[in-house]
C-alpha cells in the first residue's frame, strides 16, 4: 500500500539512435516519458522535435483501405512482433497499399456497376407491375410515328373531370388502379399533343417515362428484366467472392505492412517528448522520463547498449522542476480497488496511498449492508464471470465484496433472505440455541443502528489518526497539531463521544467544568488558531505569527468555520446510520419477496428466484453507491488529498492518443 | 339557453385534439426555408399531420395544383371527419358546404365571363361532389349565365343569379362579375347569420356574430380600397358593392370611407377606426391587417370558448387559413421570395 519509488532518467545519444531508443521504451512499458517543456533541457540550446510524421499520411490510408476491405488492422501485437530491424522502406509500403488499392478497386468497380445495374431493373420491374394489365408490345408503341402517347398518373378526383373533355381529341386508357391515383396512358395526334399535354397538366397528371430496357410485352419484358437481374446478382456474387480471394492473398502482406508502418508512426510520434541539439559536428537527442526504481538498473543496461546512447540517473529527483507521476502499488487484496482512488484522484508522489484502507473498509461496510451467504456467493461468481470474460476490474472487486458479504451472511443466518436455513448448523455444529444476530428481531433494531453508528465513530477516529500519521511525515506540523482532523480534533471528538456514551450508559456525567475546559474548548480553541499556533511552531515569533488580515477578521471567519468543524463532526458520525439502515433494508425486502412467494402458491419458486434478482441488483448498486459516498466524504475528506498526477508509460501514451 | 347535445360535446373534443396537430411556428419555420415544391411536399408529408393527405403523391413529380388540391381536400376531410358526429342537416355545421357551393358557383361565373373553361374545371373539387345537391358535370358544361341559371334550377340560388343577369347586360364584365359576387355573398352571409340567430344564444351568439361581421368588414376594406386605387370608382359605385353587415363599422364610418377621394385618403381615415389599431406603420394592406386580427381573434376562441358551434366555425376558418399559409409558401417560393417576405404574407 504504497507509491512506486521512480527515478528519474535523462537518456542522451546520438540523433540516429533515437528510434531505437523510443522502440526500447514502448517495449518496457516501466518507462514514463516527459514533455520537453517541463524539463530543465529547454533552457539550454537544445529544440523540440518537431517534424511532420512521414507515416501518418500512408498509414492512414492503410486503414481506410483496410477498414473498407473488411478488416481493420489488429494493432494489439504491432508492438511486440515487430523490430526496426524487420522495418523496409515507406516506398516498398506505398507499392504494397498501391498494389491492393489498384486491385480492389478494380473489383469495386466492377461491384458497383452490377448494383447499379440491379437497382435499375428493379425500378423498372416496379414501374412494369402498374403495366402488367396492358397486352401491348412495347417496341412497336413506341415505333408510331404519328401519334404521340404519355404513361403517367392520375389523382382519382381529376380522372373524374375528364368527362368534361369528351370532345377533346385524346383517347385515354387506366390500367391500373391505387387509392388516390390511377396507371393510365393518353394517346393524341402529334400536331394536338401540345393542346392535350396542357389539358392533362391542368389536371395534375405526373408524367412517368417508361425506362428503355423494358422491351416487347409487360409479361415479357418482367421476365427479361428477371432474368437480368438473376444475372447481375450472380455475376455481383462472383465478384464478391473475387474480392473475398483478393482480401485473402494480401491480408499477410497488407497487416505485416500495417504493423510496421504503425510501430514506425508511434515512434515518430514519440519524438516529441525528445529535444535535439544539431551543430556541424554533432546531433544529439535528449529525453527524459521516469523509470521505476527497482527496474532502473535493467533500463540503463539495455539503454546503453544501443549504438552511443548514455543514461543518467537522478535517483534524489532533485533540483528538478518536474513532480514525479504516481504509480500505486498494492497487494493482490487491495489492487483492484485503485479504481476507487483513480476516480477520487491520485495521491502526490511523496503523499498517503489509501487504497488498502479503502479497500478493507470498503469490503467491511459492503458486507454489513449485504449481508447474505448465497447473494454473498452468486456476487461473487458473477464478478469472476465478468473478469474472467470482459476483463473488468469491477468484477475482481465484486469478487471480494461477495466474500464479505457471505461472512456477514454467516452472521445474520441469512441465506437468499432465508432467515432460518443455517439455524441447524448454529444448532448442531457451533452450539448456539440460535443465530448470532437476528436482524429482523424488533428488540435488535436499536442495537443495529447504534452498531452502526459506533462502527462509523471507530472509521472517523482511525481516518483522522491516518491524517496525523501522514501529516507528521509530511512534517506538516500544523496540520497534524490543530487542523480539526489532527491531534485537537481527535482529543475533542472522542472527548465528546467518550462523556456522551457513559452519559448515556450509566449516567455519570463527566461534563464537569474541568473536563469541558480542558478537553473541548481547549482543543477547539486550538483548531480556532490553527494558523498563529502553526507559525508559532514553526519558529515565528508571536508578533510575526499573527494572521496576515488581522485578528479581527480571522477570529470572525474562524467563528464560523468552527461551526462548520462542529457540524461536520456531529453529521459525518450521523451519516453511518445509514450502515444499519441498509442492514435493516435489506432484511426486508427480502421478507417481502418471501411475502410475494406466499401470494403466488404455485409460482413461489419463480418469485423468490426473481426476487432475490432484483434485490441483489437494486441492493447491490445503492448499497456500492452508497459505501463510495461514505468513504469519499465522511473519510476521504479527513485524512486524503489528492494532487497526483498517473504514471503514463510510453506506450499507455500512445494508446490514449489513438482513443 | 340551449346545452349543447352530447354529439355537439364530441365535436368539441375531437376539435381540440385536431388543433393540436396544426402546424407549429417552428414547422412553418422549416417551411419558409424550403427551396422547391418537392421539397415543401417532403416536409409536411414527413414531419406533419399531412403524411396521410400526401401518402400517395411522388415529391419527385408533384404538380403544385396538386399538391394545393391534395391540401384542399384534406381540409374538406377534416371538416367531414368533424360532422360525421352531428346530422347533416344541423344547420350552422353545414356552413362549409354552403360555401363550397357558392365558391364554385361564381368560379363558374369567372370561367364564363372570362372563358377560361380549363381553368375552371381543373379548379372544382371533384370530392366534394358526394355532399353536395349540385352536379358538377353540369356547371362544367355550362357556357353562358343562362345555361348556369338553367343549372341552378329549382335550388335557392336560381332567384339570385336571375336577378344578376337582369342586372349584368347593363354593365361592363368588371361590373358583371362584381354584381354576382355582391349578390351572392350577401345571400351568404344573411343565412348565416340567420342561422346563428336561430340556433344560438347569448355569449356563442355574440361571438359567432362577430366572426361573420368581421369577415364581412375585411371584404368591405379589401372591396374598397381596390375600386379606389386600381379603377378610381366614384362612391355611389362603390356604395352598391358593399356587404351590409357591420360591426363596429357602423353604416356612417363606412359611409365616410367610401367617400374618400382616394386611396390614401380612405387608409387615412381607415387609420382612424378601430382596424387603425391594428395596422402597422407602413403597411397600406388594411385587408391584411384584418386577417391577421380575425386570426388571432379565432385563436382565442379556441382556447377558451367552450361552445361546439363557436369552436368549429373558429376551428374550420382556422383550417382553411393555415391550408391558405401552405399555399402562400408555395407561390413565394415559386416567385423566389425570401422566407421573411413569405413570413409577411401569413396567417399569423
Given amino acids: ?659 | 339557453m340551449k346545452l349543447p347535445t352530447l354529439q355537439e360535446n364530441a365535436v368539441s373534443t375531437k376539435i381540440r385534439a385536431m388543433f393540436g396537430q396544426m402546424l407549429t411556428p417552428a414547422q412553418y419555420n422549416d417551411l419558409l426555408h424550403c427551396h422547391s415544391i418537392p421539397q415543401i411536399c417532403a416536409y409536411l408529408k414527413e414531419k406533419t399531420s399531412y403524411r396521410d393527405a400526401l401518402a400517395g403523391a411522388q415529391e419527385s413529380t408533384i404538380h403544385r395544383g396538386q399538391l394545393e388540391n391534395l391540401l384542399r381536400k384534406d381540409t374538406f376531410y377534416q371538416y367531414i371527419k368533424l360532422i360525421r358526429y352531428v346530422p347533416l342537416g344541423n344547420g350552422i355545421y353545414r356552413y362549409i358546404l354552403f360555401q363550397a357551393e357558392i365558391s364554385i358557383i361564381l368560379s363558374c361565373i369567372r370561367n364564363i365571363i372570362s372563358g377560361s373553361r380549363q381553368e375552371f374545371i381543373a379548379e372544382i373539387p371533384a370530392f366534394i361532389q358526394p355532399y353536395i345537391h349540385l352536379h358538377l358535370s353540369d356547371f362544367a358544361r355550362a357556357e353562358t349565365l343562362e345555361q348556369l341559371a338553367h343549372t341552378l334550377n329549382k335550388t335557392r340560388y336560381e332567384q339570385i343569379i336571375r336577378r344578376c343577369i337582369h342586372v349584368q347586360s347593363q354593365q361592363d364584365s368588371l361590373g358583371q362579375y362584381e354584381n354576382f359576387e355582391t349578390a351572392f355573398r350577401i345571400f351568404y352571409f344573411e343565412t348565416i347569420l340567420e342561422l346563428i340567430r336561430n340556433s344560438t344564444h347569448g355569449v356563442a351568439k355574440k361571438q359567432l356574430e362577430r366572426l361573420v361581421q368581421i369577415r364581412s368588414a375585411m371584404i368591405n376594406i379589401s372591396r374598397i380600397y381596390r375600386l379606389k386605387q386600381f379603377y378610381q370608382m366614384p362612391p355611389d359605385e362603390i356604395k352598391k358593392m358593399i356587404l351590409p353587415f357591420y360591426d363596429r363599422l357602423t353604416p356612417k364610418i363606412m359611409t365616410d370611407l367610401i367617400q374618400s377621394s382616394d386611396a390614401d385618403s380612405f387608409l387615412t381615415r381607415l387609420r382612424k377606426t378601430y382596424i387603425g389599431a391594428y395596422m402597422q406603420e407602413n403597411s397600406d394592406d388594411a385587408s391584411q391587417q384584418i386577417e391577421q386580427m380575425l386570426h388571432r381573434m379565432q385563436l382565442r376562441l379556441i382556447r377558451f370558448s367552450s361552445n361546439p358551434k363557436v369552436l368549429f366555425m373558429a376551428f374550420m376558418s382556422l383550417r382553411q387559413m393555415e391550408t391558405d399559409n401552405i399555399i402562400r409558401i408555395i407561390e413565394g417560393i415559386r416567385y423566389g421570395l425570401a422566407p421573411e417576405q413569405i413570413m409577411g404574407l401569413l396567417y399569423q
Fill in chain 1, 1 to 659: 500500500m504504497s507509491v512506486t519509488k521512480l527515478t528519474l532518467v535523462h537518456i542522451a545519444g546520438d540523433r540516429d539512435n533515437l528510434d531505437d531508443v523510443i522502440s526500447y521504451c514502448l517495449k518496457d512499458e516501466k518507462f514514463h516519458p516527459e514533455l520537453p517543456s517541463q524539463s530543465e533541457e529547454m533552457s539550454t540550446a537544445f529544440v523540440p522535435l518537431a517534424e511532420e510524421n512521414p507515416y501518418s499520411a500512408l498509414l492512414a490510408s492503410f486503414l481506410e483501405i483496410g477498414t473498407l476491405a473488411g478488416y481493420p488492422p489488429h494493432q494489439a501485437d504491432t508492438i511486440k512482433k515487430n523490430t526496426l530491424s524487420t522495418q523496409k522502406s515507406i516506398q516498398a509500403y506505398q507499392s504494397i497499399y498501391d498494389a491492393f488499392t489498384n486491385d480492389y478497386g478494380i473489383l469495386r468497380g466492377q461491384q458497383d456497376h452490377f448494383k447499379n445495374e440491379i437497382a435499375q431493373c428493379e425500378g423498372a420491374l416496379h414501374y412494369l407491375k402498374h403495366l402488367s394489365n396492358l397486352d401491348v408490345n412495347f417496341d412497336k408503341l413506341f415505333s408510331c410515328t404519328h401519334f404521340k402517347m404519355r404513361f403517367g398518373r392520375l389523382s382519382v378526383d381529376s380522372e373524374k373531370k375528364l368527362g368534361f373533355y369528351q370532345n377533346e381529341p385524346f383517347i385515354y386508357l387506366p390500367f391500373d388502379r391505387e387509392t388516390e391515383f390511377i396507371w393510365c396512358v393518353y394517346f393524341t395526334q402529334n400536331s394536338l399533343s401540345p393542346q392535350i399535354d396542357s389539358l392533362f397538366a391542368s389536371l395534375g397528371f405526373e408524367y412517368m417515362r417508361v425506362p428503355e430496357i423494358i422491351h416487347e410485352t409487360p409479361d415479357k419484358a418482367a421476365k427479361n428484366l428477371e432474368a437480368m437481374i438473376a444475372d447481375a446478382k450472380s455475376q455481383l456474387e462472383a465478384t464478391h467472392d473475387k474480392i473475398e480471394a483478393l482480401f485473402w492473398q494480401y491480408q499477410e502482406p497488407f497487416e505485416d505492412a500495417y504493423a510496421h508502418l504503425k510501430l514506425l508512426n508511434d515512434i515518430f510520434d514519440l519524438h516529441k517528448y525528445s529535444i535535439g541539439l544539431k551543430r556541424s559536428y554533432l546531433n544529439a537527442f535528449v529525453m527524459t522520463g521516469f523509470v521505476e526504481a527497482a527496474h532502473t538498473d535493467t533500463f540503463k543496461k539495455n539503454i546503453e547498449q544501443i549504438g552511443l546512447t548514455a543514461l543518467e540517473l537522478d535517483r534524489s529527483n532533485t533540483g528538478q522542476s518536474l513532480s514525479p507521476p504516481t504509480k500505486l502499488q498494492n497487494g493482490w487484496f487491495s489492487k483492484p480497488f485503485e479504481l476507487f482512488v483513480e476516480m477520487y484522484g491520485l495521491p502526490k508522489y511523496s503523499g498517503f496511498d489509501p487504497t488498502a484502507f479503502l479497500a478493507f473498509t470498503y469490503c467491511l461496510l459492503f458486507g454489513i449492508m449485504f449481508g447474505d451467504l448465497g447473494q454473498g456467493l452468486v456476487v461473487s461468481a458473477l464478478g469472476w464471470l465478468l473478469w474472467k470474460t470482459k476483463q473488468m476490474t469491477l468484477g475482481r472487486i465484486m469478487i471480494r465484496l461477495g466474500v464479505f458479504s457471505s461472512i456477514f451472511g454467516l452472521f445474520y443466518g441469512s441465506v437468499f433472505g432465508f432467515e432460518h436455513a443455517l439455524d441447524p448448523f448454529y444448532q448442531s455444529v457451533l452450539g448456539f440455541s440460535e443465530k448470532p444476530i437476528d436482524v429482523l428481531a424488533p428488540e435488535n433494531t436499536n442495537t443495529v443502528l447504534f452498531s452502526a453508528v459506533a462502527l462509523g465513530i471507530i472509521l472517523i477516529c482511525i481516518s483522522i489518526v491516518v491524517n496525523i500519521c501522514s501529516t507528521i511525515r509530511e512534517k506538516d506540523y500544523e496540520n497534524a497539531l490543530f487542523s480539526s482532523n489532527g491531534v485537537f480534533g481527535l482529543l475533542f471528538y472522542i472527548a465528546v463521544i467518550f462523556a456522551g456514551v457513559l452519559s448515556v450508559s450509566t449516567g455519570d456525567n463527566l461534563f464537569s467544568p474541568l473536563y469541558i475546559g480542558l478537553l473541548l474548548v481547549l482543543p477547539l480553541l486550538a483548531i480556532l488558531m490553527k494558523e498563529p499556533l502553526g507559525a508559532f511552531i514553526k519558529g515565528h515569533s508571536l508578533r510575526n505569527a499573527r494572521p496576515h488580515e488581522g485578528y479581527g477578521n480571522y477570529l470572525l471567519v474562524g467563528i464560523f468555520e468552527l461551526i462548520e468543524v462542529l457540524i461536520s463532526f456531529f453529521s459525518n458520525s450521523v451519516s453511518f446510520l445509514r450502515v444499519g439502515g441498509f442492514v435493516l433494508s435489506h432484511a426486508g425486502m427480502m421478507s417481502v419477496v418471501f411475502i410475494l412467494s406466499e401470494m403466488f402458491h404455485s409460482a413461489s419458486v419463480v418469485v423468490i428466484i426473481i426476487g432475490n434478482l432484483f434485490v441483489m441488483a437494486l441492493e447491490g448498486l445503492i448499497v456500492g453507491i452508497q459505501v463510495l459516498r461514505l468513504e469519499f466524504y465522511e473519510m476521504f475528506s479527513r485524512y486524503y488529498s489528492a494532487g497526483g498526477r498517473p504514471f503514463v508509460s510510453a506506450k499507455s501514451q500512445l494508446k490514449k492518443e489513438d482513443g
